[in-house]
């Protein structure tokens, strides 16, 4: 058995940004930027007023009351053709760009107009209620950089800066393979020696929610015809992901059919629980990823493996993210294997974050892992600890996790 971080560090060693390629506007929600985004405009593109009002020059207004002559009105979208002189004034709305001469705005509530005598109320200066040209960016500026995951909000800046295609880097395509006589798909009959096949369903859902394309192989049965036959469909994917089947079981296959077929085996068992028969290797082109075949195993796995390559492959930092709370209970010491056990999160009266372990820890139980919020990171060999010490949690929920 290799340690967790030494599996984490080879399987990513596998994977590097996939090539970019160019996607409309209004797809590239939830893409990852291959190159830095410039703004094509400058915004505004002139000085503008902040209010409606009137378009003044400061110094006409340095003491109030005063009395200016109106000579025009612009609004939002049009520009105002002459000069402001001394005494003039031009009705302005916001948006609209300052007429020259003007270097300040005068709120029309601070006003009173009797036709084109325009009575200013409040002294002014210079700037006021004044948005200066490329105040928001500038053309040529960098509003988005290579390696964001763009936002609602990128987004809207991209158009605002007059982009209309980002270059982004490729999805990820992901091949999923469950095996086992005994799974069969979600609506079919279940005999009593049958189980439901979750496995697929879930790292699908996975897949798509930290940005990549899944496409589902199917379910094979223990045998070698069986698995050649459905692994032959991930030769155009970037990682083949399969579930069960990597055990040293009788009819656990997965290892020895790709192994006849010429994978390359990197490692196989990993010093975790739970999740200790994970394999990875490389078959011709295409990264091997092989999850034990018990759910939690299968989802704990996918979250310290599947979900870094996936980011890895999109430009993106596979860095987990780790956060500090306060036991709930005790637990007890911990032997060799890196233990993640799930674990429910609240707040306790001082704000602190509150990890709550399950009490059954058993690998197969599917509903403990969707209510739990996060995983508690046991060292190897870590000692017993007791209610109230800090612990070490990997969230469950929040970002992508809550999709």
């Known amino acids: 058995m290799i340690p967790v971080a030494e599996a984490l560090s080879r399987v990513l060693s596998a994977f590097s940004p996939l090539p970019a390629e160019l996607v409309a506007l209004p797809d590239a929600l939830g893409r990852v930027t291959a190159e830095d985004i410039h703004a094509r405009l400058s915004q505004p593109p002139a000085s503008m007023s902040a209010m409606d009002g009137y378009a003044v020059r400061a110094e006409d207004v340095a003491q109030a009351p005063a009395i200016l002559r109106q000579v025009g009105e612009v609004q939002a979208g049009s520009a105002f053709d002459g000069r402001i002189g001394p005494g003039e004034t031009v009705r302005i709305f916001t948006g609209a760009p300052l007429p020259d001469g003007a270097d300040s705005v005068v ?8 036709g084109n005598r325009i009575t200013v109320l409040q002294a002014g200066v210079r700037h006021r209620h004044v948005r200066f040209a490329g105040i928001d960016f500038q053309a040529g500026q960098i509003g988005v950089p290579a390696g964001k995951l763009l936002t609602a909000r990128d987004v809207g800046l991209a158009a605002a800066m ?152 999109q430009g993106l930092d596979p860095t987990e993210t780790r956060l500090k709370a306060r036991l709930g209970v005790p637990v007890k010491q911990n032997d060799q294997r890196e233990d993640y056990m799930r674990a429910t999160l609240s707040r306790s009266p001082a704000g602190e974050l509150i990890a709550q372990p399950f009490e059954s820890q058993d690998s197969s139980l599917v509903s403990v892992l969707a209510r739990a919020d996060c995983l508690i990171v046991r060292p190897p060999f870590a000692p017993a600890a007791s209610k109230d010490d800090i612990v070490e949690i990997l969230p469950l929920t929040g970002g992508s996790f809550s999709l």
């Open 162 to 313: 007059n982009v209309p295609w980002i270059r982004v880097h490729r999805r990820p395509r992901i091949a999923i393979l469950a095996t086992g006589n005994e799974v069969v798909l979600p609506g079919d009959p279940v005999g009593s020696n049958q189980i439901v096949s979750s496995n697929a369903f879930a790292l699908s859902a996975l897949v798509t929610a930290f940005g990549g394309v899944p496409f589902n192989l199917g379910v094979a049965f223990d045998t070698p015809e069986s698995l050649a036959e459905l692994t032959a469909g991930a030769w155009n994917a970037d990682l083949l992901v399969t579930s069960g089947g990597a055990s040293a079981g009788e009819y656990d296959l997965v290892r020895s059919v790709l192994g006849d077929r010429g994978m390359d085996l990197d490692f196989y068992k990993i010093a975790m629980r739970p999740g200790k028969p994970l394999m990875f290797g490389r078959l011709g082109d295409v990264p091997v990823l092989g999850l034990p075949g018990n759910p939690v195993s299968s989802y704990v796995c996918s979250v310290l493996f599947l979900r870094p390559a996936l980011l890895r492959m």
């Open 107 to 114: 709120i029309q509530e601070d006003t009173e107009a009797e």
